[in-house]
């Protein structure tokens, strides 16, 4: 048993998330019912908690990341991010919508709109 995983089943919070907390860094907005899993991480480089905002009843089990020059990650409600997902912004990402179901499994990567026209990629191993 690692201790990620313990403090996950003793507290219901990621390790990740209590540690960015405890120490003074920017990490996200969760609205009610959403879960960031063991393996989630969240790095708010840009420093604010309102650029990276988990819509209710969503499961983050990815990486979430904004860039220090700007950047924003809006996930809907009813999302799902998989182990292995990197979604990280420079510009504006929204994936999902209010009441919207939307999964992302492992492999899959998500850029700005202004990379790729706002396709998301999938990328095998």
């Known amino acids: 048993m690692n201790l990620n995983f313990l403090i996950q089943r003793l507290t219901g919070r990621n390790a990740d998330y209590l540690v960015q907390r405890m120490v003074g860094r920017a990490t996200c907005r969760l609205d009610a019912g959403s879960v960031l899993g063991v393996s989630a ?3 708010n480089i ?3 908690t309102d650029k990276i905002a988990i819509g209710a009843q969503s499961q983050i089990l ?3 990341m904004t860039f220090a020059h700007g950047g924003e990650i809006r996930i809907g409600e ?3 991010v998989g182990e292995g997902t990197r979604i990280w912004s420079a510009a504006s ?3 999902g919508k209010p009441g919207s179901d939307l999964s992302f499994s492992e492999y899959l ?3 700005d ?3 790729r026209g706002g396709r998301a990629a999938c990328a095998g191993p």
């Open 93 to 95: 990402i929204e994936i």
């Open 41 to 43: 991480r969240i790095r």
């Open 109 to 111: 990567r998500q850029s």
């Open 78 to 80: 009813w999302c799902f």
């Open 62 to 64: 990815g990486e979430l």
């Open 46 to 48: 840009c420093g604010d």
């Open 113 to 115: 709109p202004s990379d």
